[in-house]
């Protein structure tokens, strides 16, 4: 009885075995179901679609855009062609190839401007630009454009929007980055976004800063514009983030009009030092700088040079 229990096991082994190894190859989506793709004919165009569908769920993704140009080729103006487009367009962007995802995508819009899945498409390219802002900032920056100049009040307007924008500010133009935060607030004044674009404009004048140096006049500007974000959105999820960043702001203007009241005294000119220590005490007064002001305040009274 053993025996044969220990027959019947190994015979289930290799019939799992075996069948596993017939279906390796095998393959599912849900216009094919369940095909082997070497096994597929490929005499009619169904059959030639089909088995550039496989093609692509086995990674073969530019193998499968010939045989979908062939099928458009051969059935031009058809559904099944739109298809093939599409499905051209889905290779391309899984090949990582993603300014030929988006040539593809465009084509279908280009045939038909007035198509039925304009938002279905606009939102695939969508997708192609983000995954393109990690390689390719300018190329993204095109996609978005286009994105909004297809349908400059669709959903994903604003959102193509703010992609620029962070496109810009990754290349580290501050200046454009800053423009297009502001265009999101000015055309999508409605838009969720409208809150994070206000926040980001200062802190794209605060990331130049570190560019410029020590320019206290953008510094100064920075600083109002997150003061602006806090009075417009006092519960807001970047109110701790935005306090602290006026916090370190304040400490370097504090610093500034510090020196600046130090530059005076080695000049000569107590008056004029005395104005900057007590604006560093009145503006400041949280800061380590304005501790330090209030004993050259005090210094100076004490020595008669102020009143």
């Given at each position: 009885?053993?025996?044969?229990?220990?027959?019947?096991?190994i015979?289930v082994?290799?019939?799992?075995?075996s069948?596993?190894?017939?279906?390796?190859?095998?393959?599912w989506?849900?216009?094919?179901s369940?095909?082997?793709?070497?096994?597929l004919?490929?005499?009619?165009?169904?059959?030639?679609?089909?088995y550039?569908i496989?093609l692509?769920?086995?990674?073969?993704y530019?193998?499968?855009?010939?045989?979908?140009k062939?099928?458009?080729?051969?059935?031009p103006?058809t559904?099944?062609?739109?298809?093939s487009?599409?499905?051209?367009a889905k290779?391309?962007?899984?090949a990582?190839?993603?300014?030929s995802?988006?040539?593809?995508?465009?084509?279908?819009i280009?045939?038909?401007?007035?198509?039925?899945?304009?938002?279905?498409?606009?939102?695939?390219?969508?997708?192609v630009?983000?995954?393109?802002?990690e390689?390719?900032?300018?190329?993204?920056?095109?996609?978005?454009?286009?994105?909004i100049?297809r349908?400059?009040?669709?959903?994903?307007?604003?959102?193509?929007q703010?992609?620029?924008?962070?496109?810009?500010?990754?290349?580290r133009?501050?200046?454009?980055?800053e423009?297009?935060?502001?265009?999101v607030?000015?055309?999508?004044?409605?838009?969720?976004?409208?809150?994070?674009?206000?926040?980001?404009i200062?802190?794209?004048?605060?990331?130049?800063?570190?560019?410029?140096?020590?320019?206290?006049?953008?510094?100064?500007?920075?600083?109002?514009?997150?003061e602006?974000y806090?009075?417009?959105?006092?519960?807001g999820?970047?109110?701790?983030?935005?306090?602290?960043i006026?916090n370190?702001?304040?400490?370097?203007?504090a610093?500034r009009?510090?020196?600046?009241?130090?530059?005076?005294l080695?000049?000569?000119?107590?008056?004029?030092?005395?104005?900057?220590?007590?604006?560093?005490?009145?503006?400041?007064?949280?800061t380590?700088w304005?501790?330090?002001?209030e004993?050259?305040?005090?210094?100076?009274?004490k020595v008669g040079?102020?009143?």
């Amino acid at each position: 009885m053993k025996k044969q229990l220990f027959m019947f096991f190994i015979f289930v082994v290799f019939l799992f075995i075996s069948t596993k190894a017939s279906y390796a190859e095998w393959v599912w989506s849900g216009e094919t179901s369940w095909v082997d793709p070497d096994q597929l004919t490929r005499e009619t165009t169904d059959q030639r679609y089909k088995y550039a569908i496989a093609l692509m769920i086995k990674r073969e993704y530019i193998s499968a855009v010939g045989i979908l140009k062939g099928v458009i080729k051969d059935n031009p103006g058809t559904e099944l062609a739109e298809e093939s487009q599409l499905n051209i367009a889905k290779a391309y962007y899984l090949a990582e190839d993603y300014r030929s995802s988006f040539r593809a995508y465009e084509q279908l819009i280009e045939k038909d401007p007035a198509t039925r899945r304009l938002q279905e498409i606009l939102d695939k390219e969508f997708q192609v630009g983000v995954a393109q802002m990690e390689r390719d900032e300018n190329g993204a920056i095109k996609v978005f454009e286009r994105i909004i100049e297809r349908n400059p009040l669709g959903f994903i307007a604003a959102d193509s929007q703010v992609k620029i924008a962070e496109c810009y500010y990754q290349l580290r133009q501050f200046d454009q980055a800053e423009d297009s935060f502001l265009s999101v607030m000015e055309n999508y004044p409605n838009s969720e976004w409208v809150p994070y674009a206000q926040f980001r404009i200062p802190y794209c004048s605060l990331s130049n800063i570190r560019v410029q140096e020590r320019n206290f006049d953008l510094l100064t500007k920075s600083r109002n514009g997150f003061e602006v974000y806090l009075a417009n959105n006092p519960q807001g999820a970047l109110v701790n983030e935005t306090n602290e960043i006026i916090n370190e702001i304040d400490i370097k203007l504090a610093e500034r009009e510090y020196e600046t009241g130090v530059f005076y005294l080695r000049r000569k000119r107590p008056d004029a030092g005395f104005i900057y220590f007590e604006s560093v005490v009145e503006n400041y007064p949280d800061t380590e700088w304005a501790a330090m002001a209030e004993e050259k305040i005090k210094m100076l009274k004490k020595v008669g040079a102020v009143r």
